[in-house]
């Protein structure tokens, strides 16, 4: 079923980090007071459950967001996924990039469909009062592949067809 390179590491890394996602948040729900932090490496790294209605870093659309980001990342998947089929058999690196991205994509819309208070949020880091936003394991798939598909794009051969003009673009001589 899954004989190519491409499909061995998109499915196991998206489902690995989806599980890992929604088994942390629940046992955040469970064990957490809310807003109250837990130190777990001093003032570093501290557990402090938070609802988040909005997207990354707290972006808001008001009363809309919770419909507005739940079909943003329907079509976010949808499009991973073709992505994903797209690729040659023997893709390593962007179909990892994307087992991770539409699995923090997923993660972040269970929450969304399962109740209205927003996406669980629960890794905060920081030193005293400045802390970075407060996230999930979610949000760590989904910048860590971001991140990965970036160099991958970015190291990408430009063709100098691509941007040098062709003889026949260029204008007669005069």
């Not at 130190?39 to 209605?53: A, I, Q, S």
């Not at 997207?55 to 976010?76: D, E, K, T, Y």
């Not at 970036?150 to 941007?163: F, G, H, M, S």
């Amino acid at each position: 079923m899954f004989s190519s390179t491409r499909d061995r590491l998109f499915v196991p890394i998206a489902f690995v980090i989806l599980l890992g996602d929604i088994v942390t948040k629940r046992f955040a729900e469970a064990r957490l007071a809310l807003h109250q932090p837990v130190e777990v490496m001093g003032e570093y790294l501290r557990w402090t459950l938070t609802y988040n209605t909005g997207a990354a870093m707290n972006m808001h659309f008001g009363p809309s967001s919770r419909v507005i980001f739940s079909v943003i990342a329907v079509v976010m998947i949808g499009i991973i996924v073709r992505m994903w089929r797209g690729l040659p058999p023997t893709s390593t690196w962007l179909a990892a990039s994307l087992g991770m991205i539409v699995a923090g994509a997923a993660g972040n819309l269970i929450d969304r469909l399962r109740h209205d208070l927003g996406v669980v949020d629960f890794i905060d880091v920081g030193i005293g009062s400045a802390r970075f936003w407060t996230f999930n394991v979610a949000d760590s798939g989904v910048t860590v592949g971001a991140v990965i598909l970036a160099i991958l794009t970015w190291r990408e051969p430009v063709a100098e067809d691509a941007v040098a003009p062709k003889d026949e673009d260029a204008p007669p001589p005069a």
